[in-house]
């Protein structure tokens, strides 16, 4: 069975970094696409970035210079690395894996999401 | 980055109605187009994709129509547990895009 269990979340200050870790069983991180989601309190879902099985990965733009997806397969970890966090930040960020064999934004299955907290 | 106005943002209805969502993309998508469900407090659960494809699991009162830039999502016989939030989302381009949700609410 497919799980996701995303850890990391927490209060951080306007300017400061925080890392994302999504620990995933049931399958290997090198297989699938890895997206990260994020959905700002009261509000709709936000597609952030993805990474390939290829090991690239790809960001929405107004991300893509502050935040790093990285994969460690020993780990079975995906991890969002995140700069110079803002207010527009605060979300909770999840990570979904696609459907196999369609398209990398097909989300079947997801964690549970960590609270991402920008504030003073 | 292709834009999804989804319609309408809430709506009241009641148990074995049957209630239909809309999602306009701002152009031509092809069928990309997937639809979830979120409860409160719970991720988003996949239940259509491309379109019209039902995910393996739900339930068939859920159907998927659409191709173009217009697409819907109808539920057949609405039951307790379909009160919930709906979002449509976009696969065609970078960046996946979502539409703003739509509330259903029992009446």
């Known amino acids: 069975e497919v799980q996701l269990v995303e850890s990391g979340g927490k209060l951080v200050q306007p300017g400061g970094s925080l890392r994302l870790s999504c620990a995933a069983s049931?399958?290997?991180?090198?297989?699938?696409?890895i997206s990260w989601v994020r959905q700002a309190p009261g509000r709709g879902l936000e597609w952030v970035a993805v990474?390939?099985?290829?090991?690239?990965?790809q960001y929405k733009d107004s991300v893509k210079d502050r935040f790093t997806v990285s994969r460690d397969n020993s780990r079975n970890t995906v991890d969002l690395q995140m700069l110079n966090l803002g207010d527009d930040d605060t979300a909770i960020y999840y990570c979904?894996?696609?459907?196999?064999?369609?398209?990398?934004?097909?989300?079947?299955?997801w964690g549970q999401g960590a609270l991402v907290t920008v504030s003073s | 980055d292709i834009h999804v106005t989804q319609s309408p943002s809430s709506l009241s209805a009641s148990i074995g109605d049957t209630v239909t969502i809309t999602c306009r993309a701002s152009?031509?998508?092809?069928?990309?187009l997937n639809w979830y469900q979120q409860k409160p407090g719970k991720a988003p659960k996949l239940l259509i994709y491309?379109?019209?494809t039902l995910q393996t699991g739900v339930t068939s009162r859920f159907s998927g129509s659409g191709s173009g830039a217009d697409f819907t999502l109808t539920i057949y016989s609405l039951q307790p547990e379909d009160f919930a939030m709906y979002y449509c989302?976009?696969?065609?381009?970078?960046?996946?895009?979502f539409g703003g949700g739509t509330k259903v609410e029992v009446k």
């Open positions: 979904a894996t696609a459907l196999v064999g369609t398209t990398y934004g097909d989300f079947d299955s």
């Open positions: 049931g399958f290997s991180v090198s297989s699938k696409y």
């Open positions: 990474m390939f099985p290829t090991g690239l990965s």
């Open positions: 152009e031509d998508i092809n069928k990309k």
């Open positions: 491309s379109s019209s």
């Open positions: 989302q976009q696969t065609y381009s970078r960046p996946l895009t």
